[in-house]
């Protein structure tokens, strides 16, 4: 294990880059493969993202194990100092989420090796590409790089949601893509509004800034700050922005719709972090600008999420519904920023993404089973599938999946039996009913809002009227959700008996099982789990130690300019960029 | 200038968003294009000390390096990587526009053959 975290720390800052090329080079080289060697691209997706997925561990371990506040990994790929160039940070919460994302990606692409990654193409380059906008996303300091991360991540996402084709994907990709093109606009505007301001796009060097602000131009600032906070509320699924999420997710194949239910959850990482270094309670005349706003609009989300799912008919919309809710609970525990609620959302966070992945996973299992056996539903076959080659199809003469056919009718006994646990796992963790760790996420949030100090020195504390309306609300939504979730395992599991055993391949139970067995993982190790999220909300709420190390960061001196310390960029900088 | 600038940007989201709006993905498409041409002006008139006009683009010997006398090259950067991945985006829309009227029949947002079918050459 030392040998371990001595291999990360020789290859740190540089091993932080690889979230993001490993993904990036892995793409670039299957993009020159043909289509016909889809086993072989299948097998490099999957190395490649478990690889992400070990790195992504290594980094958390790395930036845990100092165990100081400080501990963040900063790196200066265009070897220029902070506020010029593009900064990459990492920190608990990025490392957090990068390990989340590489545990999702996994399962989604182990599910999809079974059949989905053959319904159309280059799936698995732009599966890739996800990857790296969101780990981009995640790793990013700087506001514009952000910008570009998620138009890289968007624009995977546009063709992961076409994949398979058919008319409800289309008709539903083309709400998703007109959406999220209005929502980058609307980024734009408030970056470029936030420059104008500030003089910089640095997210550390705009948290040092933005006390200094002259009144006058304070309410300009708060404009561009809300409207950059509408477009990542729209990516969040923040009510009334939230319209497009369910048709999309549920009209996307089972893996896509996995790997979705994190992307809301990009939204949230980018409020929680913008908002926690920008308007922290540092932050002077603006500290805690838009709070209300945050906890009313997670609130009316919560229960549209919660109304939704008593309202859906089909697992795939209750699943989308399920994913609008846990966003709906994550952005009102946000608004409030206490510290010890902080580390309870964070801890919600991972449990409620897998749990939603798992759903969507599930879904499309339960729902083949429904279907008699048939490889799609009848709302998939009405729509032509124009982009969908014949000659991609398998055929006995590419002979793809040899040893597949002898997967294929090997029935596990069990089968009825895992899925029913499944979904049952799945109820418990999404509804938050102990055991799992649903219950532990919002038993801390509860904690926290009733005992902000701790237990016994927050006597006298009564949380105010937002408190108790989000404590009713976990309450509320847990019930509901647990009973739209029991109906539809009534429906699905109990009220028909005339079926044939679900066929199901090991290949698509392993990442069900994988996904809720992280969240008992999560469940049984609660205690260090929820230490690691108790330091990672206090750096979040502690903004000075970011500015610091993100603005102390040296550029290394190169070979040429290291005798001639007349021309290192300090000395270069670009004109009239420090004013 | 700033009016003639503020005027344009005002008139192109105005009717971006009104495109926007509108029912038929061919509408949609213009409207978008049109609000992400009102941005990327937007971006320009966003430079440090506002809108730089008569100001030099590139650095000339004997002039003092200051945003005084320099246009800020920093809203260029940005615009010129907004109207690139601008330019991306809408080309995929354009495809989504074009498949889902060829799988529905209709140009309509929701590709419902409601009422408001109308023949298309």
């Known amino acids: 294990m030392t040998g371990w975290s001595a291999l990360t720390a020789s290859l740190m800052p540089h091993l932080m880059l690889a979230p993001i090329m490993l993904p990036l080079l892995t793409a670039s080289l299957m993009l020159l493969l043909r289509e016909e060697r889809q086993r072989f691209k299948l097998g490099v997706n999957i190395a490649s993202t478990l690889l992400g997925l070990v790195i992504s561990i290594a980094l958390l371990q790395w930036t845990h194990k100092a165990g100081a506040p400080t501990s963040m990994g900063v790196y200066l790929p265009g070897n220029w100092p902070a506020p010029f160039g593009i900064v990459l940070v990492i920190d608990r919460l990025s490392a957090l989420m990068l390990v989340l994302t590489g545990v999702v990606a996994l399962c989604s692409i182990l599910f999809s090796a079974t059949r989905w990654h053959r319904a159309g193409v280059h799936y698995h380059p732009l599966f890739q590409f996800q990857l790296m906008g969101l780990a981009g996303a995640f790793l990013t300091a700087d506001l514009f790089n952000l910008f570009v991360f998620f138009e890289i991540m968007l624009a995977a996402s546009y063709g992961l949601l076409l994949h398979g084709s058919g008319r409800t994907r289309i008709q539903s990709g083309l709400h998703y893509i007109a959406i999220n093109l209005a929502a980058s606009s609307l980024f734009l505007i408030g970056a470029s509004m936030l420059y104008g301001i500030t003089g910089t796009l640095n997210m550390a060097d705009l948290a040092r800034s933005i006390p200094q602000v002259a009144a006058v131009d304070r309410g300009l600032l708060h404009a561009a700050a809300g409207i ?40 949230i990482y980018t409020l929680l972090r913008l908002w926690t270094l920008m308007f922290s309670s540092e932050a002077g005349a603006s500290a805690l600008f838009g709070g209300m706003w945050l906890i009313a609009g997670g609130l009316v989300t919560m229960a549209f999420g919660a109304i939704g799912m008593m309202g859906s008919q089909r697992l795939t919309h ?22 010890v609620l902080t580390a309870g959302l964070l801890f919600y966070l991972p449990s409620s993404v897998m749990a939603v992945s798992a759903l969507f996973l599930l879904a499309d299992l339960i729902d083949r089973w429904r279907n008699d056996g048939a490889t799609l539903a009848p709302y998939e076959t009405d729509g032509d599938a124009p982009f969908l080659n014949a000659q991609l199809l398998p055929t006995s003469a590419h002979n793809l999946d040899e040893d597949e056919a002898a997967l294929i009718g090997r029935v596990i006994p069990a089968a009825t039996a895992f899925l029913g646990l499944a979904f049952l796992t799945c109820t418990l963790v999404i509804a938050g009913l102990p055991p799992l760790s649903g219950f532990v996420g919002k038993f801390a949030m509860l904690t926290a809002l009733l005992n902000p100090l701790g237990l016994g020195s927050s006597a006298g504390h009564t949380p105010g009227v937002p408190g108790w309306a989000l404590i009713t609300l976990l309450i509320a939504t847990g019930l509901i959700a647990l009973i739209a979730l029991t109906r539809a395992g009534i429906t699905h599991f109990w009220a028909s008996h005339d079926r044939p055993n679900p066929q199901l391949r090991v290949a698509e139970g392993v990442p069900i099982a994988v996904l809720l067995a992280a969240c008992m993982v999560m469940t049984v190790q609660a205690d260090s789990v929820m230490r690691f999220m108790q330091a990672t909300a206090h750096s979040l709420h502690a903004p000075d130690n970011y500015v610091r190390a993100v603005m102390s960061a040296k550029p290394v001196p190169g070979p040429v300019t290291s005798g001639q310390p007349a021309t290192t960029p300090e000395a270069t900088r670009i004109p009239g960029a420090s004013q | 200038m700033e009016i003639v600038l503020a005027i344009a940007i005002g008139v192109f989201t105005g ?36 809108l730089s006009i008569d100001r030099e683009p590139v650095l000339i010997e004997g002039v003092p390096q200051d945003l005084l006398h320099y246009a800020d090259p920093m809203p260029q950067a940005l615009v010129l990587t907004a109207i690139v991945i601008g330019f991306a985006m809408t080309a995929l829309f354009l495809v989504v526009l074009l498949a889902s009227r060829g799988i529905s029949g209709t140009d309509h947002v929701d590709g419902s053959r409601a009422r408001d079918l109308q023949e298309m050459p």
């Open chain 1, 228 to 267: 950059l906070a509408t477009a990542f509320l729209i990516k969040a699924a923040a009510w009334p922005l939230n319209f497009w999420l369910v048709p999309a997710y549920g009209a996307a194949t089972a893996p896509v719709g996995a790997l979705f239910a994190l992307m809301t959850k990009v939204g």
């Open chain 1, 318 to 339: 209750l699943a989308g519904f399920a994913a609008v809710l846990s966003s709906g609970t994550l952005l009102a525990a946000l608004g409030f920023g206490q510290n």
């Open chain 2, 15 to 50: 009717s971006g968003v009104w495109l926007l709006l509108r029912p038929r993905t061919f509408q949609v498409i213009m409207g978008l294009m049109l609000l992400s041409y009102a941005v990327n002006l937007f971006i320009f008139s966003m430079g440090r000390l506002g």
